[in-house]
């Protein structure tokens, strides 16, 4: 899979799609265009977050970070986040969690 090619943007809402689903990393893309965002949540589990395309802000428990293309940015378990398309052009990222999600609940 080539994670550049048919990226799931939407036009109301974010896009995703689950790149690796397995018990030790889940990997998803995101896809935002201008102004879209993820919106408000608790980090799942262990979290980095590669920038591909575009500019954004990651919001970690009230501090803006800004990230550019092929910055890699990490978020601890449980802290509260939000991201932000900021920029002009559509953006993607992946999401790296570690482990999956539905590990953490065990």
Not at 41 to 50: D, E, G, K, Q, R
């Amino acid at each position: 899979m080539n994670v550049l090619e048919n990226i799931p943007y939407h036009d109301n809402k974010m896009g995703y799609r689950k790149i690796v689903d397995e018990k030790h990393l889940l990997v998803m893309q995101i896809a935002l265009k201008p102004g879209q965002s993820v919106p408000q949540h608790h980090a799942n589990s262990n979290v980095h977050i590669l920038l591909l395309r575009g500019k954004v802000t990651v919001n970690l428990d009230g501090k803006d970070n800004s990230i550019k293309e092929g910055d890699l940015l990490t978020v601890t378990y449980q802290t509260p986040m939000n991201i932000k398309n900021v920029g002009k052009d559509n953006a993607t990222l992946l999401v790296f969690k570690t482990p999956n999600p539905s590990e953490m609940q065990k």
